[in-house]
């Protein structure tokens, strides 16, 4: 068990069942994206959350830009916490970019996961009419870059609700806000252009771990053409389509988020 990597991460491992399920937020999230979801699966499963380096309790000095600069540094995270921890056929949940990055890694390193699902993922973020439809032109993106270098609280507010897209819900939009203004507004951006500006369209057919795609409605970020797509494309997966809205089920509609998991888990793992 390697200790540092454990302590950089801010790895917590808890539950005490034989198969280990690795839960992996998103951008400008850390670990406690998961509280409402995580705790159902310890009584059956090995549970294990982190953050990525550059968020929540992680080691900042480990931060290297040239690193995080594409997904593969945070792949290679998440490849890190499992070898850390000597997991194998591991389940991986990966919420939007983190879905992607937990791909990533299994491409690297198949033999490390059993399954992994996806919660609102996208290959790409950008339209590239006619074939896909992203959800965003690039002037948009770089628009959101600019906001945040010019004016990153305000950013941060705009963000929350666009990414949640459930004005019933302001309770939730503020605790989504409070995790985007706790992470380093550098390391923010440069984890927003890494994940914004990439293009992993190429990488799904390279997947041979089988995969759940959960898919919202009026997900913003990641539409249902998305899901579709990486559904079409993506070797061994199945779509379920949710009746949660927006883009974060697992912290505005936990209990549906956990059924999906379970039923997918007692079927297949």
């Not at 439809?133 to 666009?162: C, D, H, P, R, S």
Request: one cysteine or more.
């Amino acid at each position: 068990m390697n200790e540092a990597i454990l302590s950089r991460n801010d790895v917590k491992v808890k539950g005490s069942g034989k198969t280990s399920i690795i839960f992996a937020p998103g951008f400008g999230c850390d670990q406690s994206v998961w509280n409402a979801v995580a705790p159902a699966f310890e009584e059956e499963h090995q549970v294990i959350l982190f953050d990525y380096v550059g968020s929540g309790n992680s080691d900042l000095r480990a931060y290297d830009l040239n690193r995080y600069g594409t997904l593969d540094g945070y792949a290679q995270d998440v490849l890190d916490v499992c070898e850390a921890l000597d997991l194998g056929e591991t389940v991986f949940v990966g919420h939007s970019v983190g879905a992607v990055i937990g791909m990533l890694a299994s491409i690297r390193r198949p033999e490390l996961f059993s399954h992994i699902v996806m919660v609102g993922p996208s290959p790409c973020y950008l339209n590239d009419p006619p074939e896909y439809f992203g959800g965003f032109e690039e002037e948009q993106l770089l628009g959101l870059l600019e906001m945040m270098e010019k004016n990153y609280i305000g950013w941060a507010t705009v963000f929350a609700a666009t990414v949640l897209n459930q004005p019933d819900r302001p309770e939730i939009k503020e605790e989504l806000e409070s995790r985007f203004c706790s992470t380093d507004p550098v390391i923010a951006r440069q984890f927003a252009k890494a994940a914004f500006f990439s293009d992993h369209r190429g990488d799904l057919s390279k997947v041979t771990v089988p995969s759940l795609i959960l898919q919202c409605a009026d997900d913003i970020i990641a539409p249902e053409a998305v899901g579709e797509y990486m559904h079409k494309h993506l070797p061994y997966s199945r779509l379920k389509q949710m009746e949660a809205r927006g883009h974060c089920p697992h912290m505005s509609h936990p209990e549906e988020t956990i059924q999906l998991i379970s039923d997918y888990l007692k079927v297949y793992v």
